[in-house]
C-alpha cells in the first residue's frame, strides 16, 4: 500500500494495484450473482414450477372447493390442490399412476385432535363437471358424517373455501391383472373402493389379455336415501320367482331390460355413475342394490346360490384342464418308454410329442390358465366382520386374519377374499 502527502499536509493511501484487481474481482461477483439470483426467481414467479399436490409422508395443503349433500348424512367433498406462488399443477396429475393399479386411499388430517383417517378417493365421475384423469387435480370424496367421528364431523362442519391437509397416495390393494371375476360386497361408503376397482379394471386397464372381466356389486345400506333413484340391473327387483333357484335361474340367464329412472334430478349422483358403467359394459357389470329400512339384505342364501352359479360343476372341465391332462398323459408315456428296458424306438418320438403338447398348452391363446375370482369387501368394520371375520394385527401391523362370517361358513371354493 503506498502513501502520498494530502492538500493539508494529510497522509493518503494510494490502493496497490493488486488491491484494486480483488475489489474489482468482488464486485463483479456480486454484480453476477444479484443478476443470476434474479433471473431465476424471475423465471420461476413468472413460469412457476410443477408442484407437488400429495406426498406419502407430508401433510399437504388441499382447498375445500364444494360439498354436494346426496343425503341427510353423507356428501360428495371436492377438493383441489392448493400450490405456493410461483407453482403450476402438473401437466399429468401426480396420482393418474395409482389409478391403473388398484384401491388407494389418502388421509385427512384433523389439526385440533392431531389425528388421522383414511378415505378413498372416488374415481372421476362422468358429467362435464368431474373431467376424466389426465386432464384435471381436483379429487372427490363420499364422506358420512358420523355423529362420533372426530374427523368426518370436522370436515362436515368445514365451510367452502377452507384448506384442509392431506397426506397420500396410499395403496391399499393393488389388483392382479389376471383377474376374470369380483363380487364386490360394499356397505355404505364402502362403494367407493367399489367404483375404484371398476375404473381400474374396465377404464384403466381395458380387460385383461383374455378380456374384459366381470364384475357384480351387493351395495347395502341403511337408508333408502343412501341409494335414492337405485334399480337393481336384474330381474328380481322386478318379479322375484317362488323358490331361491329359480330366482338365481332367472336372475343370471335372463338379459333384462332396465328400466332407468327418467328422473335424475332426484337421483343419487353415484347411482347415475354406476349406471353409466352398466351401459357402457352391459353384461360385465351388474349391481344389485339392498336397504335395509325395506327388509333387504344380502344373505348366506343369496351368496351360496351366487355362487353355485358361478362355479363351473365339478364333472365340467376347462379346456385348459383338459389340456394339460394330456399334456400329462403324454409325458407319463414318454417317460415309461424312455425307461422301457426293450428299447422300444418310439419313446423319443412320444417324447417330443409330450414337449410340442405342452408347448402348444402354454402359447395357444384360445387355452389360457383360468383367470382369478375375487371376493372384495368394504364398508364399516361391522360390515367387514360380518360377511368375512375381522381383520386381526400382527406384529404392529394390520392383516387380512382368518376367513370368517358369512363367507367362512359357505367357503366359496376358486374364490380369493380380501378385505378392505
Known amino acids: 500500500m503506498a502513501t502520498a502527502q494530502g492538500p493539508l499536509g494529510t497522509e493518503l493511501c494510494i490502493p496497490s494495484p493488486l488491491t484494486n484487481w480483488w475489489i474489482n474481482l468482488l464486485i463483479d461477483n456480486i454484480i453476477f450473482t444479484t443478476g443470476f439470483c434474479g433471473t431465476i426467481w424471475a423465471c420461476h414467479y413468472y413460469f412457476g414450477s410443477e408442484g407437488t399436490p400429495l406426498d406419502p409422508l407430508e401433510f399437504k395443503p388441499f382447498v375445500l372447493k364444494s360439498k354436494e349433500q346426496v343425503s341427510s348424512t353423507s356428501a360428495i367433498f371436492t377438493l383441489e390442490p ?8 402438473p401437466k399429468v396429475p401426480q396420482w393418474n399412476h395409482v389409478w391403473r393399479r388398484g384401491v388407494w386411499s389418502v388421509q385427512f388430517k384433523q389439526p385440533q385432535l392431531q389425528i388421522a383417517r ?19 387435480d381436483r379429487l372427490w370424496f363420499l364422506i358420512r358424517g358420523e355423529q362420533n367421528g372426530e374427523v368426518s ?17 396410499n395403496l391399499e390393494y393393488e389388483l392382479p391383472d389376471d383377474v376374470g371375476e369380483v363380487l364386490f360386497l360394499a356397505g355404505g361408503t364402502g362403494i367407493a373402493p367399489a367404483l375404484q376397482a371398476a375404473f381400474t379394471l374396465f377404464e384403466q386397464r381395458g380387460g385383461s389379455s383374455a378380456g374384459v372381466p366381470r364384475m357384480h356389486i351387493m351395495w347395502a345400506n341403511r337408508k333408502r336415501e343412501d341409494c335414492a333413484g337405485s334399480v337393481s340391473s336384474t330381474t328380481a327387483a322386478k318379479a322375484r320367482p317362488s323358490t331361491l333357484g329359480q330366482w338365481m335361474a332367472k336372475l343370471r340367464r335372463e338379459q333384462p331390460m332396465i328400466d332407468w329412472p327418467s328422473d335424475n334430478e332426484n337421483t343419487h349422483v353415484l347411482i347415475n355413475e354406476l349406471m353409466c358403467l352398466e351401459k357402457r359394459y352391459p353384461g360385465k357389470i351388474t349391481v344389485e342394490y339392498f336397504v335395509d329400512e ?10 351360496g346360490a351366487f355362487f353355485r352359479e ?12 383338459l389340456a394339460q391332462e394330456t399334456a400329462q398323459e403324454a409325458a407319463r408315456l414318454a417317460k415309461n418308454e424312455l425307461f422301457n428296458l426293450n428299447g422300444n424306438s418310439t419313446s423319443e418320438e412320444q417324447h417330443m410329442a409330450y414337449l410340442r403338447n405342452k408347448a402348444s398348452t402354454e402359447d395357444d391363446p384360445h387355452i389360457q390358465p383360468p383367470l382369478r375370482k375375487l371376493i372384495m369387501i368394504s364398508g364399516p368394520d361391522g360390515f367387514v366382520d360380518h360377511f368375512a371375520g375381522a381383520k386381526a394385527w400382527v406384529n404392529g401391523h394390520e392383516s387380512q386374519g382368518a376367513l370368517g362370517g358369512l363367507l367362512g361358513k359357505i367357503q366359496p371354493t376358486g374364490w380369493d377374499v380380501r378385505k378392505l
Open 118 to 136: 383414511a378415505y378413498t378417493p372416488l374415481p372421476p365421475l362422468s358429467s362435464e363437471d368431474h373431467p376424466s384423469p389426465g386432464r384435471d
Open 153 to 169: 364431523s370436522y370436515l362436515h362442519r368445514l365451510p367452502e373455501g377452507l384448506t384442509v391437509e392431506l397426506r397420500g397416495p
Open 294 to 303: 325395506e327388509g333387504s339384505f344380502v344373505t348366506k342364501e343369496l351368496l
Open 310 to 321: 358361478h362355479n363351473q360343476p365339478s364333472n365340467e372341465k376347462s379346456p385348459y384342464a
Open 82 to 89: 392448493k400450490y405456493k406462488a410461483g407453482e403450476n399443477p
